[in-house]
C-alpha cells in the first residue's frame, strides 16, 4: 500500500460571510488569529489523481481524527459524514478526475474544529480488503 498525506495547502472558510479564505496546513486544531475556530465552516483543497493506476488499485480517501461532525465531498459527489478520533476511509476510485476538488463542511457547533489526519492509500484488491480501518463506497 501507497500512502499520500494532504497536509497542505487547505483553504478555510471561517463562516459564511468571510470573503476571503485563510490558507492553513493540517494536521492540527484550526485556528485564526491565534482563536480556536468553531463550526460552521468549510476546508478545501485540490490534488491531483495518482499516476500509475492499475485497474485493480483502489483510490482511498483516509480521515483521522476529525472533530466535531463534518460532510466530506469529492467534487459534486458527498461521499459521507464523519465525527470521530477513529479512522475511516472513502473508496474515491471511480470519482476521480484530473484535478480533484475535496471539501470538509463543518456543521454548526461551539466545539473547535480539528483534524488529525487526511491522506490518500492507494491499495490493490487484496490489500483493500485487510485495511485496518472501515473502507465506504459511496
Known amino acids: 500500500m501507497h500512502s499520500m498525506k494532504l497536509h497542505g495547502p487547505w ?4 463562516d459564511d460571510k468571510q470573503s476571503e479564505p485563510e490558507r492553513i496546513k493540517l494536521p492540527g486544531k484550526l ?4 482563536n480556536p475556530v468553531c463550526a460552521p465552516c468549510t476546508l478545501r483543497r485540490r490534488f491531483g489523481t ?6 485493480s488499485d483502489h483510490v482511498i480517501l ?3 481524527g476529525v472533530t466535531p461532525f463534518a460532510i466530506v465531498s469529492l467534487e459534486s459527489q458527498t461521499l459521507g459524514e464523519i465525527a ?17 476538488y475535496l ?9 473547535p474544529v480539528g483534524v488529525c489526519e487526511v491522506r490518500i ?4 484488491d487484496s490489500e483493500i ?4 480501518y472501515p473502507v465506504i463506497n459511496p
Open 11 to 14: 483553504m478555510l472558510y471561517a
Open 84 to 100: 470521530s478520533e477513529s479512522t475511516i476511509g472513502f473508496d474515491i476510485t471511480p470519482f476521480l478526475a484530473g484535478n480533484n
Open 129 to 132: 480488503r485487510t485495511t485496518s
Open 121 to 124: 492509500d492507494i491499495a490493490d
Open 103 to 111: 471539501q470538509l463542511a463543518f456543521k454548526e457547533t461551539a466545539e
Open 62 to 64: 483516509v480521515f483521522h
Open 31 to 34: 485556528t485564526l488569529g491565534g
Open 50 to 55: 495518482p499516476t500509475g493506476l492499475t485497474d
